[in-house]
């Protein structure tokens, strides 16, 4: 699996509507494989559209009431760990915690491949703690489990880039086998003020097989830093029953971090040991990076794999005593962040 992220010249890719689309949708620095096209751009998140979506989504902002039995999370129990003390004690436990059969693995090598222009891991070699970032008390997110997922671990999932891909346009290339536009797999209108606009979703290949099988092994959590008036709707159409997902949280659950809207998991109120979190943008989970599996960014691929490929390692991971371990074995992203260097 190759991924890296991408600014303005980088590998990137940017979503046409510019500040619009950073607005409604994840507005995050993504990580993209070398098998895009080398002429996309990303929009860069530290743009006027986080301070122009007060004036447009005021009432779309509310935090989600789903019940959290009044429990909450102190900075005295959630400080962030030093990541050189966090990676001694994880890496240390992985021989005799972690079970690693490579037959079973893919074997192939992640490499991360960025602009020149901003390095996720620099980025988060710089973050402040988290107690700087966060009030001193916070409620947590999600209500206590039910019986029926009590007995799970906990499996956090972005949704764009990740499980789908929007836009404010059809904008999928031409199909040279088939010499049409391929199609977006479902459209919603969303309305900023009086104007009405049509977001148009393309679904990962492989994304709707990934959620029937997770659901089976985990409690499913989407976390994403889209709006909610957006992604509400998309998860509406996309799992009506919420066969597939549990929970679903928002861009008003993140934390804003010098533009970027990071996903703090100590506050979802799960136990850390039994909490995984997949996602495109790996600063996305920068305070608890021994909980993240990164996933190559997807836009138009109909070939794509990765989420298939993903199912058996997290798998694995659901049987875990302490998931934690094999992810940072797996992923080295302690290494990566450790061995960073300032872009230029």
């Known amino acids: 699996m190759n991924t890296g992220a991408g600014d303005d010249g980088g590998a990137g890719k940017a979503r046409t509507g510019g500040g619009l689309s950073n607005l409604l949708f994840s507005p995050m620095f993504t990580l993209l494989g070398r098998n895009r096209a080398e002429t996309s751009t990303v929009v860069n998140p530290l743009s006027e559209a986080a301070d122009a979506e007060g004036a447009f989504l005021e009432d779309d902002l509310e935090a989600e009431e789903e019940g959290d039995d009044g429990e909450g999370v102190s900075m005295a129990a959630a400080a962030s760990v030093d990541l050189s003390c966090e990676e001694k004690s994880l890496v240390g436990a992985e021989e005799e915690s972690y079970e690693y059969n490579d037959e079973e693995e893919d074997s192939e090598e ?3 491949d960025y602009s020149q222009s901003f390095d996720p891991f620099y980025f988060i070699k710089n973050l402040p703690p988290l107690e700087t970032c966060v009030p001193a008390y916070r409620k947590n997110l999600l209500p206590k489990q039910t019986r029926q997922s009590q007995n799970k671990k906990t499996l956090v999932l972005d949704l764009d880039e990740t499980l789908v ?6 904008e999928l290339p031409q199909d040279p086998s088939q010499g049409e536009q391929l199609r977006y797999d479902f459209t919603f209108p969303v309305h900023l003020g009086e104007d009405r606009y049509d977001v148009y979703v393309y679904v990962r290949p492989g994304a709707i097989e990934f959620l029937e099988k997770m659901q089976e092994l985990f409690e499913v959590v989407i976390f994403t ?20 997902i549990r ?4 861009r008003d659950s993140c934390v804003l971090v010098e533009g970027n809207y990071l996903k703090d998991l100590s506050v979802i109120g799960r136990d850390l040991k039994d909490t995984i979190i997949v996602d495109n943008s790996p600063q996305a989970f920068a305070f608890q990076l021994s ?22 390692f997290l798998k694995k991971l659901s049987k875990q ?13 302690h290494e990566k962040v ?7």
């Open 338 to 344: 450790r061995n960073a260097y300032e872009p230029y």
């Open 225 to 244: 830093a889209s709006q909610k008036m957006y992604a509400e709707k998309l998860l509406n159409i996309l799992d009506p029953e919420r066969r597939f």
């Open 165 to 170: 891909h929007s836009s404010l346009e059809n």
């Open 291 to 312: 909980n993240g599996v990164p996933i190559e960014s997807w836009f138009d691929d109909q070939e794509d794999t990765e989420l298939t490929k993903l199912i058996p």
């Open 247 to 250: 929970h679903r949280l928002f």
């Open 321 to 333: 005593e302490d998931v934690r371990p094999g992810i940072v074995k797996k992923f080295k992203l």
């Open 110 to 112: 992640v490499d991360y």
